[in-house]
Antibody, heavy 125, light 109 residues
Framework: QVQLVQSGAEVKKPGASVKVSCKAS????????VSWVRQAPGQGLEWMGW????????NYAQRFQGRVTMTTAKFTSTAYMELRSLRSDDTAVYYC??????????????????WGQGTLVTVSS | QSALTQPPSAFGSPGQSITISCTAT?????????VSWYQQHPGKAPILIIY???KRPSGVPDRFSGSKSGNTASLTVSGLQAEDEADYYC??????????FGTGTKVTV
């Protein structure tokens, strides 16, 4: 079965960076992209960006451009999201989710059908 | 950035039906064809319940249905059950490998 397993909770100081991992299993990793979504305490879902596991192409939401980097490691079927220059308002649960099938034009999969369990990132001095 | 507006809350009694709206405020929502809906219980990851406006993933009860009229998509939950009490989010592909979520609706049963 498809699973996305994320790394554990992190506590960071303002100005630091955090890197969250998302290990995929149960499907062909290179066939689907991975998106990252975050949720601040008591707030809604916010899409951060996407990376193609096929060719490494990325697209970041405008508000995160310059501060976020998404990467993948095909040999370990793992996606990574690094967020830099952390601020207190970056405190949130960060989710990875499977998104976009680039290899099947008949079924693009433009919805988040599988999600990781979430990683709490706390930014505090 | 495109935005999707949802009512902040919705209420219903067990057995009743409720409908949650999701309205696009921008015209560039890629024809609004790729609307999806997610259910989220407190402290849990979201779960996909509707995709491509009205399709249900396997395992999702047929009490959940989706539709669209013009720039507004809707999620209807029929025969409300206690376990349907959750937050619901719409979302849409907006072209250029971008996605946007709705503002979210808290459903109380």
């Amino acid at each position: 079965q498809v699973q996305l397993v994320q790394s554990g909770a992190e506590v960071k100081k303002p100005g630091a960076s955090v890197k969250v991992s998302c290990k995929a299993s149960g499907y062909s990793f290179s066939s689907y992209g991975v998106s990252w979504v975050r949720q601040a305490p008591g707030q809604g879902l916010e899409w951060m960006g996407w990376i193609s596991a096929y060719n490494g192409n990325t697209n970041y939401a405008q508000r995160f451009q310059g501060r976020v980097t998404m990467t993948t490691a095909k040999f370990t079927s793992t996606a990574y999201m690094e967020l830099r220059s952390l601020r207190s308002d970056d405190t949130a649960v960060y989710y990875c989710a499977r998104w976009m099938n680039e290899l099947d034009a008949s079924r693009l999969n433009l919805e988040f059908d599988y999600w990781g369990q979430g990683t709490l990132v706390t930014v505090s001095s | 950035q495109s935005a999707l507006t949802q009512p902040p809350s919705a209420f219903g009694s067990p057995g009743q039906s409720i409908t949650i709206s999701c309205t696009a405020t921008s015209s560039d929502v890629d024809g609004y064809k790729y609307v999806s809906w997610y259910q989220q219980h407190p402290g849990k990851a979201p779960i996909l319940i509707i995709y491509e406006i009205s399709k249900r993933p396997s395992g999702v009860p047929d009490r959940f249905s989706g539709s669209k009229s013009g720039n507004t998509a809707s999620l209807t939950v029929s025969g409300l059950q206690a376990e349907d009490e959750a937050d619901y989010y719409c979302g849409s592909y907006v072209g250029g490998n971008n996605f946007v979520f709705g503002t979210g609706t808290k459903v109380t049963v």
